[in-house]
């Protein structure tokens, strides 16, 4: 049986490497090292990213962020207020992202959102399950539809419904 105090330091130290997961994230996307951006999704991760637009799976998830960076010359996350409630193997997250994306003709733009996400531990490890990146918001008013030559439809047949 744990004590009191292993316990807390078991929760403490699962809460720092899901809060680990979330800047992990951000770096691979921001530095567009995708080894380093699908190291912290579980293999059969969702990231949700509209009603209609569900991605599952490390194949999927690699072609939606490789088409983002298609899509924009650079980009910078940067998350706050993160929120985690461990329950054994499983934890839930909530927290919020600024984002400054350039596109390619120069310009940078800003927005930001809420991650709501769900976590759990394989092996030992503490992997992103489900992100849902529904929750955002433009700072600045939002591109030209030909400022972003890239888009996301034809990726939408790799989705899969929800359970």
């Not at 490789?66 to 934890?91: L, P």
Request: hydrophobic residues 40%; contains cysteine; aromatic residues 10%.
């Amino acid at each position: 049986m744990l004590s009191d105090v292993e316990e807390r330091l078991e929760l403490l130290e699962a809460e720092l490497a899901i809060r680990r997961l979330v800047a992990v994230y951000c770096h691979g996307a921001d530095k567009r090292d995708l080894d380093r951006f699908l190291s912290v999704w579980a293999s059969n991760a969702s990231w949700v990213l509209s009603d209609e637009a569900t991605f599952r799976g490390h194949d999927a998830i690699a072609s939606v962020v490789r088409r983002q960076w298609e899509a924009f010359a650079g980009y910078v996350h940067w998350t706050t207020n993160h929120v985690v409630e461990v329950d054994g193997d499983r934890a839930k997250g909530e927290c919020d992202v600024a984002v400054a994306v350039q596109l390619h003709n120069g310009q940078w733009l800003h927005s930001g959102g809420t991650y709501i996400d769900e976590y759990v531990r394989s092996d030992g490890r503490w992997l992103i399950a489900r992100r849902d990146a529904r929750r955002g918001f433009d700072i600045d008013p939002p591109p030209e539809p030909h400022d972003i030559p890239v888009r996301f439809d034809d990726l939408l047949s790799s989705t899969d419904e929800e359970n």
